[in-house]
């Protein structure tokens, strides 16, 4: 008889990587939207507060799919928001500054160049959110820990660890 050949082992990403993708995506999605708008809000109202107007909304968008697919969180609530809207705060400046000195150097761009300003300032302005969103917005808290399907756990007790060890 021959024995049935073992499963591969699967590959898992790491939590934080696994995150990060999903940040990506989700983030990814709504600024590529929010670039779009702005390129239709172009002439109508000055860009610093066209950018303004579409990082509010786009952050409270941005910050419930976050809660929800990136990080799997719990947390949820105005508080929250508000947390996640001081790490935009940064962005909307790096964005903003950025898309003012391309219009520095060149007073009337193309779209293609205009947009592609756009967001690769909105990429850099990305990754530090997803760090500070990841250790400080959406940490875990007391103890508790998220698995990747967002399942909450308790932490172990000092009788199950000394039972493990």
Same mark, same amino acid.
């Given at each position: 008889?021959?024995?049935?050949?073992?499963?591969?082992?699967?590959?898992?990403?790491?939590?934080?990587?696994?995150?990060?993708?999903?940040?990506?995506?989700?983030?990814?999605?709504?600024?590529?939207?929010?670039? &779009?708008?702005? +390129?239709? %809000? $172009?002439?109508?109202?000055?860009? *610093? @507060?066209?950018? /303004?107007?579409? =990082?509010?909304?786009?952050?409270?968008?941005?910050?419930?799919?976050?809660?929800?697919?990136?990080?799997?969180?719990?947390?949820? &609530?105005?508080? +929250?928001? %508000? $947390?996640?809207?001081?790490?935009? *705060? @940064?962005?909307? /400046?790096?964005? =903003?500054?950025?898309?003012?000195?391309?219009?520095?150097?060149?007073?009337?761009?193309?779209?293609?160049?205009?947009?592609?300003?756009?967001?690769?300032?909105?990429?850099?302005?990305?990754?530090?959110?997803?760090?500070?969103?990841?250790?400080?917005?959406?940490?875990?808290?007391?103890?508790?820990?998220?698995?990747?399907?967002?399942?909450?756990?308790?932490?172990?007790?000092?009788?199950?660890?000394?039972?493990?060890?």
């Amino acid at each position: 008889m021959t024995a049935a050949p073992s499963p591969r082992p699967t590959r898992t990403l790491h939590p934080a990587l696994t995150a990060f993708v999903r940040f990506v995506i989700c983030g990814g999605g709504v600024g590529v939207a929010s670039s &779009g708008v702005l +390129v239709l %809000l $172009q002439g109508t109202i000055p860009l *610093a @507060v066209a950018n /303004a107007l579409v =990082t509010v909304v786009s952050t409270v968008i941005a910050t419930e799919l976050h809660s929800r697919v990136s990080f799997r969180s719990g947390r949820r &609530g105005w508080g +929250v928001h %508000l $947390q996640s809207g001081l790490t935009v *705060a @940064v962005s909307y /400046a790096f964005t =903003t500054g950025a898309l003012l000195c391309l219009y520095a150097l060149r007073p009337e761009p193309s779209a293609l160049l205009q947009q592609t300003v756009y967001l690769s300032a909105s990429a850099l302005a990305g990754v530090g959110r997803f760090a500070l969103l990841r250790i400080v917005v959406f940490r875990d808290r007391g103890g508790v820990a998220s698995d990747t399907s967002g399942a909450h756990r308790a932490p172990l007790g000092k009788a199950a660890v000394a039972m493990a060890a």
